[in-house]
């Protein structure tokens, strides 16, 4: 009778698991603001996933841990790698993907931020 008790527990909790984690991890649309904040490593996570963020916000990466932050727009594609080095001061000519025009991006180079062709992905 104990092992049956157990069986139907393991069951009844195996069933309800995915559909909990599933909740946690669906990702709401729209973007995370640029991160340009300074490192704060000893701040613990506030939040673990979208759906701990009220409507218009989003569980973002910000100043080295997550939190829910305003959503921003977020055009198709990703940004093209850059494997640069910068030798001047870093100058943003962008903040985010609506300050450029068509279809580019606001992508982080080796001097900053500015506006470029997605590439397909």
């Known amino acids: 009778m104990r092992a049956q008790s157990l069986l139907l527990l393991a069951a009844l909790l195996g069933s309800q698991l995915p559909a909990a984690l599933g909740r946690r991890n669906r990702e709401k649309p729209g973007g995370c603001p640029p991160d340009d904040g300074l490192c704060l490593r000893s701040v613990p996570d506030q939040c673990l996933g979208d759906s701990q963020c009220s409507s218009m916000m989003k ?4 100043n080295c841990f997550r939190q829910c932050v305003r959503m921003v727009s977020v055009k198709q594609g990703t940004c093209p790698e850059d494997r640069l080095q910068c ?3 870093i ?3 962008c903040h985010q993907d609506s300050d450029c025009r068509g279809l580019s991006r606001c992508c982080l ?4 931020r ?7 992905g």
């Open 59 to 62: 569980c973002c990466r910000k």
């Open 87 to 89: 030798l001047s001061p």
């Open 91 to 93: 100058q943003h000519l």
């Open 109 to 112: 180079g080796a001097c900053g």
């Open 114 to 120: 500015d506006c470029r062709n997605p590439v397909k």
